[in-house]
C-alpha cells in the first residue's frame, strides 16, 4: 500500500537558518503530494502540493520539487522564522484511477520544527 | 478558520463508554473525511462519505462507525471505548470525493481515562 517516510525529528534551528525536511514515499500510480502544517492547537493546513512529477510547489518562501526518480518531496526554506514553530506533515493521495483509494490521504509521521530568536 | 467545525473540542469519558464526534464540512463540500491522529500511530485515515455514501475506508476499528446526513453533516461513533482510542479525531471536507484539496477542522481531543 501507500507509504510516507519523514524524516525523524525534533528539528531545532535558530531565526534565519536554512531548512530542510525530508520526504520520500511509496506508491503505486501516480499520485500527488502534498504538505500540511499544524500550528499548536489548530487542525492541518495545506501548504503547498504538487501533483506530477517535476512540480514545484511553493508558498509563503516554502517549496518542494516533486521527484518521481527518487520518490522524494523534500520542503525547503532559505530563512525561518520565529513564527515556521509548527509541525510539518508529509502526505500522499494515491494515482490510482479505481479501487478503494479515492481521496483518502496517507501522512508521514510529522516533523515538529522550532525556530529561537 | 477552514470553515469546517467539530464539536465538541475536548471530550472525556471512561472506558467501555460511547461518544459521538460531529463534524460540519464547508458549504458547498460534499466530501466528509475522518482522521484519527495518535502518538503511537500517527495521522491515520478512518472513512470517507461523500453525498450521504460511504466511499472509502481505511483503518477503522469494528467498534467506530460514521455515518453523513442528508444535510451533509457527518458523525463518527466510538463505542466501547480503551484507553487506546485517545486520541485526536480531525474531520476533513472537500468539494469531490477525490483530487480537490481537503480543509481540516480542529480536531476533537478524546481522553478515555
Known amino acids: 500500500g501507500d507509504s510516507v517516510t519523514q524524516m525523524e525529528g525534533p528539528v531545532t534551528l535558530s531565526e534565519e537558518a536554512f531548512l530542510t525536511i525530508n520526504c520520500t514515499y511509496t506508491a503505486t500510480g501516480y499520485p500527488s503530494l502534498f504538505w500540511y502544517v499544524q500550528y499548536p492547537g489548530e487542525g492541518l493546513q495545506l501548504l503547498l502540493k504538487a501533483t506530477k512529477a517535476d512540480d514545484k510547489g511553493s508558498n509563503k518562501g516554502f517549496e518542494a520539487t516533486y521527484r518521481k526518480e527518487t520518490t522524494s518531496f523534500h520542503l525547503e526554506k532559505g530563512s525561518v522564522q520565529v513564527s515556521d514553530s509548527a509541525v510539518y506533515f508529509c502526505?500522499?493521495?494515491?494515482?490510482?484511477?479505481?479501487?478503494?483509494?479515492?481521496?483518502?490521504?496517507?501522512f508521514g509521521q510529522g516533523t515538529i520544527l522550532t525556530v529561537h530568536p | 478558520d477552514s470553515g469546517v467545525t467539530q464539536t465538541p473540542k475536548h471530550l472525556i469519558t471512561a472506558t467501555g463508554q460511547r461518544v459521538t464526534l460531529r463534524c460540519s464540512p464547508r458549504?458547498?463540500?460534499?466530501?466528509v473525511y475522518w482522521y484519527q491522529q495518535s502518538l503511537d500511530q500517527g495521522l491515520q485515515f478512518l472513512i470517507q462519505?461523500?453525498?450521504?455514501?460511504?466511499?472509502a475506508k481505511g483503518n477503522i476499528l469494528e467498534r467506530f462507525s460514521a455515518q453523513q446526513f442528508p444535510d451533509l453533516h457527518s458523525e463518527l461513533n466510538l463505542s466501547s471505548l480503551e484507553l487506546g482510542d485517545s486520541a485526536l479525531y480531525f474531520c476533513?471536507?472537500?468539494?469531490?470525493?477525490?483530487?480537490?484539496?481537503?480543509?481540516f477542522g480542529p480536531g476533537t481531543r478524546l481522553t478515555v481515562l
Open positions: 476533513a471536507s472537500s468539494v469531490g470525493g477525490r483530487r480537490e484539496e481537503q480543509f
Open positions: 462519505y461523500y453525498n450521504g455514501e460511504e466511499r
Open positions: 458549504s458547498g463540500d460534499l466530501s
Open positions: 502526505a500522499l493521495r494515491g494515482g490510482n484511477a479505481g479501487g478503494t483509494s479515492y481521496g483518502k490521504l496517507t
